[in-house]
């Protein structure tokens, strides 16, 4: 029983957790919606650890790394191979959506109408999100990729100082110790708040849910699966030599929390700690790639923007052209670098997405009923992404042997 209870076992009351919230939400509906309550408070603390978790992790990602080239090295390799993933990963769902069509033959109701604020995407709005007037602001209202530049320069600066710079990074390895020992006292009550959220989704949503838009769902999930095997594991387990069971494992871990919480900025602590402790990864790559994959290397959202587009045009007869869906996937890249880790923020960005190329995005009034369901495999994929993209930059600079870390 000692050992049930030990941090190494965490994963383990996680997905018992899991598996309990399941057959409350399907046994006792009613009783699972009042206790949502249980689940707002987890992600509450976990929301609460974000931004200074993501200050600490980068910063110290950085300034850990005293060997200028090899920071340069790192960070112009982590942003063009999450680019690259993106892009492969919308080609795989393009091929898998097409195949099955799941918008074919359905038809809406001519009073559905998305009520939603649109986000600002265009390439100014984009550049002054990113650039922000006021940090302090940005990390009040939780704007991560400000918060992640700020940090990035920050910690190079210190960096470029040497000797001087020296107690500053000292004084951020200690605060970022004391954080995510806080962390470790949030995370145990983890099981109590997947259960309750997981009851919360089955009981709202239920098995009915499935009936309108299965197959969208289904395509969905296909593209995200399919994805993980193709784009992820297969070159992260061929390059770095890691052990594919070891790899999958570490995986599962994660999507434990992922599927649960649909957060990859609330999944973030989780991925770094399964990084190190089970694949073996470099700490001082993994507090730098991971955290800025969280907020730009969405390959989830280049499943759900693919699936979303051509369910609309199939649903309202439309025909893309290859020009139009070669530029989708080039917008949709830019679209999620400034998506938020947040849970339903798809929701927003999956119409603006729309309305951009003059599709109709009343759909996203049906989509955003059950997008809990699709948000759950996207925000997996992102961040097991993420993951992957680590071990293999890690790799790339010599900074990893997937077979020693067994």
């Given at each position: 029983m000692k050992k049930f209870f030990k941090k190494e076992a965490l994963f383990i009351r996680v997905a018992i957790g899991f598996v309990l919230g399941i057959i409350l939400g399907l046994v006792a509906p009613q009783f699972s919606i009042s206790t949502k309550v249980v689940g707002d408070v987890y992600l509450n603390l976990i929301k609460l650890m974000i931004i200074p978790i993501v200050v600490c992790a980068v910063f110290c990602g950085i300034a850990n790394i005293q060997d200028g080239a090899l920071l340069r090295k790192i960070g112009i390799r982590t942003v063009i191979l999450y680019v690259l993933m993106f892009f492969a990963s919308a080609v795989v769902s393009l091929v898998i959506v097409y195949l099955i069509r799941p918008g074919k033959g359905m038809t809406l109701a001519s009073d559905v109408v998305f009520t939603g604020d649109l986000a600002?995407?265009?390439?100014?709005?984009?550049?002054?999100?990113?650039?922000?007037?006021?940090?302090?602001?940005?990390?009040a209202n939780g704007a991560t990729l400000p918060v992640i530049l700020f940090t990035a320069v920050f910690a190079i600066a210190i960096v470029a100082l040497g000797e001087?710079?020296?107690?500053?990074?000292?004084?951020?390895?200690?605060?970022?110790?004391?954080?995510?020992?806080?962390?470790g006292y949030f995370m145990e009550i983890s099981p109590l708040g997947v259960m309750s959220l997981m009851a919360f989704s089955v009981a709202k949503y239920g098995s009915g849910i499935f009936?309108?838009?299965?197959?969208?769902?289904?395509?969905?999930?296909?593209?995200?699966?399919?994805?993980f095997f193709l784009c992820m594991m297969l070159p992260t387990c061929l390059y770095t030599k890691?052990?594919?069971?070891r790899f999958l494992k570490a995986c599962g871990k994660i999507s434990l929390v992922t599927l649960s919480?649909?957060?990859?900025?609330?999944?973030?602590?989780?991925?770094?700690?399964?990084?190190?402790?089970?694949?073996?990864?470099?700490?001082?790559?993994?507090k730098f790639t991971l955290p800025l994959g969280c907020t730009i290397n969405m390959?989830?959202?280049?499943?759900?923007?693919?699936c979303l587009a051509v369910f609309t045009a199939d649903i309202y007869g439309l025909n893309l052209s290859l020009g139009t869906i070669i530029f989708m996937v080039v917008v949709a890249t830019l679209i999620n670098m400034a998506a938020p880790g947040i849970p339903g923020g798809g929701v927003i960005l999956g119409a603006s997405f729309l309305s951009i190329f003059g599709l109709p995005f009343d759909?996203?009034?049906?989509?955003?009923?059950f997008y809990r369901l699709l948000d759950m495999a996207f925000t997996t994929i992102n961040v097991e992404g993420d993951v992957a993209a680590n071990l293999i930059i890690a790799k790339s600079v010599g900074e990893?042997?997937?077979?020693?870390?067994?």
């Amino acid at each position: 029983m000692k050992k049930f209870f030990k941090k190494e076992a965490l994963f383990i009351r996680v997905a018992i957790g899991f598996v309990l919230g399941i057959i409350l939400g399907l046994v006792a509906p009613q009783f699972s919606i009042s206790t949502k309550v249980v689940g707002d408070v987890y992600l509450n603390l976990i929301k609460l650890m974000i931004i200074p978790i993501v200050v600490c992790a980068v910063f110290c990602g950085i300034a850990n790394i005293q060997d200028g080239a090899l920071l340069r090295k790192i960070g112009i390799r982590t942003v063009i191979l999450y680019v690259l993933m993106f892009f492969a990963s919308a080609v795989v769902s393009l091929v898998i959506v097409y195949l099955i069509r799941p918008g074919k033959g359905m038809t809406l109701a001519s009073d559905v109408v998305f009520t939603g604020d649109l986000a600002n995407t265009t390439v100014s709005g984009f550049l002054t999100t990113i650039v922000p007037t006021n940090i302090v602001q940005s990390m009040a209202n939780g704007a991560t990729l400000p918060v992640i530049l700020f940090t990035a320069v920050f910690a190079i600066a210190i960096v470029a100082l040497g000797e001087k710079g020296k107690p500053v990074t000292n004084l951020m390895n200690s605060v970022s110790a004391a954080f995510f020992k806080m962390l470790g006292y949030f995370m145990e009550i983890s099981p109590l708040g997947v259960m309750s959220l997981m009851a919360f989704s089955v009981a709202k949503y239920g098995s009915g849910i499935f009936s309108a838009l299965a197959k969208y769902i289904v395509t969905c999930w296909i593209c995200c699966i399919v994805v993980f095997f193709l784009c992820m594991m297969l070159p992260t387990c061929l390059y770095t030599k890691v052990n594919p069971g070891r790899f999958l494992k570490a995986c599962g871990k994660i999507s434990l929390v992922t599927l649960s919480t649909t957060s990859s900025a609330a999944t973030l602590p989780t991925t770094i700690n399964v990084s190190m402790e089970d694949l073996g990864a470099p700490e001082g790559i993994s507090k730098f790639t991971l955290p800025l994959g969280c907020t730009i290397n969405m390959c989830g959202g280049a499943c759900s923007f693919c699936c979303l587009a051509v369910f609309t045009a199939d649903i309202y007869g439309l025909n893309l052209s290859l020009g139009t869906i070669i530029f989708m996937v080039v917008v949709a890249t830019l679209i999620n670098m400034a998506a938020p880790g947040i849970p339903g923020g798809g929701v927003i960005l999956g119409a603006s997405f729309l309305s951009i190329f003059g599709l109709p995005f009343d759909v996203m009034a049906l989509i955003s009923g059950f997008y809990r369901l699709l948000d759950m495999a996207f925000t997996t994929i992102n961040v097991e992404g993420d993951v992957a993209a680590n071990l293999i930059i890690a790799k790339s600079v010599g900074e990893y042997n997937g077979a020693k870390a067994q």
